[in-house]
């Protein structure tokens, strides 16, 4: 199983950057999925999860309004739009995968780092 997300790099405050993670090696549909972020010095948090169904989201306080997931299940990807970013949205990003019957995640890609200048 592989889970690989691209898309982090530089932007200023109030810009807006779109993380891609491309999955491998498991039957994507049957899977919940989730982005997560971890800032320097700090304990790794939940961003934002959608269900299998991609009708069901969810959202940390922190982005609500500003972020958004979607997936891809012809492609086998999820997204996470990330709008009106702020300095403290700077992170290393990842992605990770439950199956329906998982309470924790039981896949993990290898991050990207998004980085907000004010």
């Known amino acids: 199983v592989q889970l690989q997300a691209s898309g982090g790099g530089l932007v200023q405050a109030g810009g807006s950057l779109r993380l891609s993670c491309a999955v491998s090696?498991?039957?994507?549909?049957?899977?919940?999925l989730g982005w997560f972020r971890q800032a320097p010095g700090k304990e790794r948090e939940f961003v934002a999860s959608i269900r299998r169904s991609g009708v069901y989201t969810a959202y940390a306080d922190a982005v609500k309004g500003r972020f958004t997931i979607s997936r891809d299940n012809a492609k086998y990807t999820v997204y996470l739009q990330m709008n009106s970013l702020k300095p403290e949205d700077t992170a290393v990003y990842y992605c990770a995968a439950k199956n329906a019957y998982s309470s924790t995640y039981n896949y993990w890609g290898q991050g990207t780092l998004v980085t907000v200048s004010s």
């Open positions: 090696g498991l039957s994507f549909s049957s899977y919940h």
